[in-house]
């Protein structure tokens, strides 16, 4: 089926402390797992990805990991800032028909100075 | 880069008229684009798959009439709203999915969004 679920729908941290965006998914031949950043007004920004063939990836402070056995995936983003503050998005490819991304329901991270 | 560029950022119709809303993938070719749509502080929901050179891909509960899709060549697609009504009002988002070549691994890059008011 198509369906994600994202967990929390809000997030709020000091400036400096970790957050981390947890995902759920259903199509276990899914092999492309995005995120994006979406500040308010604004269109969706790809941040980072993983394909099924690793476990983990980072860049600079933000890393993403895949667990295909339990169908998880997350987002960790460290030393946070104000600017990060935005609504975060997990998605997956689904496998079935068009390769259509599927989209979670977002995350509204705040980070407080 | 991958960028994604929208036009208008932003357009007010009255009731009955049409709307037309272009998407370009600014330095890289797309033969898949979507376009989105979002309500406030909601995600992101799909309503049609374009590709080109063939008809668009509707969601279910998507009216094709309705929304009229266009994508005319590897980097242009135009969503036109056609006897828009209030109920049209929102947020439009469009995205193109990078080719598959020596430099894309199909990553879909997504347009700064058109706000459409209808009064």
């Known amino acids: 089926g198509e369906n994600v679920e994202q967990h929390p729908s809000t997030l709020s941290v000091q400036e400096g402390d970790s957050a981390v965006i947890k995902c759920t998914y259903s199509d276990s031949a899914s092999n492309y797992f995005p995120w994006y950043k979406q500040e308010l007004g604004k269109g969706p920004q790809l941040i980072i990805d993983?394909?099924?063939?690793?476990g983990e990836k980072k860049d600079q402070r933000i890393a993403v990991t895949l667990n295909k056995t339990a169908k998880h995936f997350s987002l960790h983003i460290t030393e946070t800032q104000p600017e990060d503050s935005a609504v975060y998005f997990c998605a997956y490819l689904f496998s079935g028909g068009y390769n259509k991304l599927i989209f979670g329901a977002g995350t509204r991270l705040a980070v407080h100075p | 880069g991958a960028v994604v560029s929208q036009h208008p950022s932003r357009v007010i119709c009255k009731s009955g008229t049409s709307v037309k809303i272009e998407c370009r993938s600014l330095d890289f070719q797309a033969t898949t684009m979507f376009w989105y749509r979002q309500f406030p502080k909601q995600s992101l929901m799909l309503m049609a798959t374009s590709n080109e050179g063939s008809k668009a891909t509707y969601e279910q509960g998507v009216e094709k009439d309705k929304f009229l899709i266009n994508h005319a060549s590897l980097t242009l697609s135009t969503l036109t709203v056609t006897s828009a009504h209030p109920e049209d009002s929102s947020f439009y988002i469009c995205?193109?999915?990078?080719?598959?070549?020596?430099?894309?691994?199909?990553?879909?890059?997504f347009g700064p969004g058109t706000r459409l008011t209808v009064t």
């Open positions: 995205s193109a999915r990078k080719d598959i070549t020596g430099q894309g691994r199909g990553e879909q890059y």
């Open positions: 993983i394909r099924s063939n690793v």
